[in-house]
Nanobody, 124 residues
């Protein structure tokens, strides 16, 4: 089992920045991919950014150039730096871990381990 614990959410005005963190604990060799998803009320959970354990990263088009995913392997931690935030970025953000091919990263069912989520609210 892998436990995922997020932190860093909050409320900001449009144009502001937030940094999310997620610490993985337990059997941390049970995954090769870490990702951030988000879910707004009434919408499906969507992939925001993902990173393989070798460091290669992928992003949803809606956040390219604004968000950056990174990892600290020594701390089993994945980060999501969010800049130039927009009201449409408002959602519950979840980190996830799984063993998958990179091309399947944006599909939530491919991830076996999830955090409880951290709320991000962006006001206009």
């Amino acid at each position: 089992q892998v436990q995922m614990t997020e932190s860093g959410g909050g409320s900001v005005q449009a144009g502001g920045s937030l940094r999310l963190s997620c610490v993985a604990s337990g059997y941390t060799y049970n995954y090769n991919f870490l990702a951030w998803f988000r879910q707004a009320p009434g919408k499906e959970r969507e992939g925001v950014a993902g990173i393989r354990t070798d460091g290669s990263a992928v992003y949803d088009d809606s956040v390219k150039g604004r968000f950056q995913i990174s990892q600290d392997k020594a701390k089993n931690t994945v980060y999501l730096q969010m800049n130039s935030l927009k009201p449409e970025d408002t959602a519950m953000y979840y980190c996830a871990a799984g063993y998958l091919y990179s091309r399947n990263w944006s599909s939530a069912p491919n991830f076996g381990y999830w955090g409880q989520g951290t709320q991000v609210t962006v006001s206009s």
